[in-house]
């Protein structure tokens, strides 16, 4: 295996966007998101996100094609729905990292390319000065219909890296899923870990 893993910056992320969307949709339509995506508003969301400052766009290569991605940036530079009950807890946000999401075709997973993700937004939330971070992931419950035999999830390497969940930190985020009509709320639960 021939991975290169590598933040991208400017015209970088210009020239990757639609393989990035794509990759997003291609991975979050699993279990557990279920995400029946859209790529016109993927490409915007990915603007968007890394035209925050200090943000940083990691990409995971195979050659020139694009087989994993993970975001992060400042918490205070996200949507209020993101940092609303940190806020109401009294969380300084300016001084937390948001990891936006990490993706990963499944051919490519378990080796090493998760932790070389964490490796580098942990550095650059590091360099932005932020004390702590964290990320959300969606909860789903054991008997969930579509969860495939021997799912298993990410909590244990997520844990390994230090995070863990915090209690009451949900927030809740829409998107439609597969088999949905229209968008519908899920629970994410957060994780954070000091840096």
Same mark, same amino acid.
């Given at each position: 295996m021939s991975v290169s893993v590598r933040p991208l910056a400017g015209d970088e992320i210009a020239a990757?966007?639609?393989d990035l969307a794509a990759l997003r949709i291609a991975v979050f339509a699993a279990y557990p998101y279920l995400y029946d995506g859209d790529e016109a508003y993927e490409v915007e969301y990915l603007k968007e996100f890394a035209a925050a400052p200090d943000a940083v766009l990691v990409a *995971?290569?195979?050659?020139?094609?694009?087989?994993?991605?993970?975001?992060a940036s400042p918490m205070w530079a996200q949507k209020p729905e993101f940092r609303q009950v940190f806020e109401e807890k009294g969380i300084d946000t300016s001084k937390l990292f948001y990891f936006g999401e990490s993706v990963l075709l499944p051919e490519y997973r378990g080796h090493g390319i998760?932790? *070389?993700f964490f490796d580098y937004r942990e550095a650059a939330a590091k360099a932005a000065g932020a004390e702590r971070a964290c990320f959300a992931a969606v909860v789903r419950p054991d008997d969930h219909p579509a969860r495939p035999a021997g799912y298993s999830p990410l909590d244990p390497f997520w844990r390994k890296r230090g995070y863990s969940p915090v209690e009451d930190f949900v927030t809740h985020l829409a998107?439609?899923?597969h088999g949905e009509e229209t968008e519908s709320l899920k629970p994410m639960?957060?994780?954070?870990r000091n840096l």
């Open positions: 990757h966007i639609s *995971a290569f195979d050659g020139g094609r694009v087989i994993g991605a993970a975001t998760g932790h *070389a998107w439609k899923e639960q957060y994780w954070m």
